[in-house]
């Protein structure tokens, strides 16, 4: 996550250094989570599950490497092709992605868990990586950052050896429905996915044009979004390997659309655009284990290439709605993109509880 939050933190200086405008260095962002989806969709095919340790050792190198050539880069281009595309493409695809799957071999019985156990760390990285920077950022410089993401991919390195002992055993289970009995499309499932990371980024990246958060300060709205997301995150994961499928799957949804009302509807109050932020967050971030255990227990097709599927079309949601909301606030209409937000959350919510009644009524 270090290089998506160095595009966002420094992207001013960037543009000085470089003399480009802030909005071509704001494509880093959307084209990072393009390339990851690209990169994990990419993974899934070329690797199978005795594969982990290579993709592991390949990704921290890669961070290493393309980290240190970023740094010494004096060409625009050179640096938007390293940290844009190949970054994100050679070094954090190869990770989170395999990462999930592996923890999905060790809890067999918990699916939702285990996907939640490595992203979860994502979203600590997030915080962490924004508060650092933020905080070395103005000692360092952005170039020097870099040099810190690089030190990074030998700690992952480091760590990654000593963890990932042994190969898995096997492929992952499915769960829920006999492999003769699934009956959903996956494309219903990746169509639900792109509209939900759509919605919830557009309303995310639209955030910091908003009344409230500029008289107030963004701070303590990312950390809304952030605590609520790690809580939400463990907890939907829970409920559905509990058993509580439908309910995890449609009230994680309904979170998101509930979030996306609170937040059109509010422009001066601080308070609630915090309490939006924080229901934006605890939907936003228990949908994905959710949605992805779900896939595997009940899609028609290989549950590898499933979850590589949603990967890709979730990262194309999140960067289609950054640059949404990056246009849609330079153009200060704020208003439409709340608008297009909630249509397209209410959509996903549909699809969903649709799929939803569809399974129980076979499972019955």
Known sequence: MGPAVISVVAKKQIALDYDVSVSVVSLLYAAFFVMVGLGSYACGKLFDETSYKRLFLWSGLSNVIIGVACYYSVNAILFFLLLGIALPLFGSAAFLGPLAALAGTWLPKHQAIAVAIPTLGQLVAFWLWSFLLDLLEPRLGWRGLLLVIATAGVVQLTLTHLIVRRKPNGLIPRLSLPATEKILPIELIVGACFLTFFGATLSLTTLPSMPSVAAGGGTTVLGAFSCLAIIGRLLYSILFDKGFVS?????????????????????????????????????????????????????????PENANRIILFGTVGIAVGSLTGGLSSDMDGQAIASMVAMAACLISLAIMSVCCARIRKVVR
């Open 247 to 303: 309910i995890s799957v449609v009230t994680s949804l309904a979170a998101i659309f509930v979030a996306n009302i609170i937040l059109s509807l509010n422009n001066n109050s601080y308070y609630l655009t915090i309490f939006g932020a924080g229901v934006l967050g605890f939907g936003y971030s228990g949908f994905l284990p959710v949605i992805m255990a779900f896939s595997r227990a009940n899609c028609i097709g290989p549950a």
